[in-house]
């Protein structure tokens, strides 16, 4: 059973920086493209960053790309969101996702992935 659990969310004000982690298992993720979005209260689930797990290969959204990073650990099963310079628009509740890559475009839409986590919510105050 395939399970994805982030954790790191949190307060932060203005300004300030967070690191959000997505443990993976479950089954090999070589293959796959592990992505990050987030979803605001009222608004649609948005793309942020997706990283392929074999050749790192990294897609960022272009609110975010100058600010977030996205790695992953290979040994540890682990994908790294780290968020720079958070706004105050960056509040949402952020999901680690898992599915099979298919292109570098297809890494930012929701529908190519298989697999969701539950979620970690970042609140960035004024």
């Known amino acids: 059973q395939v399970q994805l659990v982030e954790s790191g969310g949190g307060l932060v004000q203005a300004g300030g920086s967070l690191r959000l982690s997505c443990a993976a298992s479950?089954?090999?993720?070589?293959?796959?493209?592990m992505g990050w979005f987030r979803q605001a209260p009222g608004k649609e689930r948005e793309f942020v960053a997706a990283?392929?797990?074999?050749?790192?290969?990294?897609y960022y959204a272009n609110a975010v790309k100058d600010r977030f990073t996205v790695s992953r650990d290979n040994a540890k099963n682990t994908v790294y969101l780290q968020m720079l310079r958070l706004k105050t628009e960056d509040t949402a509740v952020y999901y680690c996702?898992?599915?099979?890559?298919?292109?570098?475009?297809?890494?930012?839409?929701?529908?190519?992935?298989?697999?969701w986590g539950q979620g970690t919510q970042v609140t960035v105050s004024s």
């Open positions: 479950g089954r090999t993720f070589n293959s796959y493209v």
């Open positions: 996702a898992a599915g099979p890559f298919a292109s570098v475009q297809a890494m930012g839409r929701s529908w190519r992935y298989d697999y």
């Open positions: 990283i392929t797990w074999s050749d790192g290969i990294t």
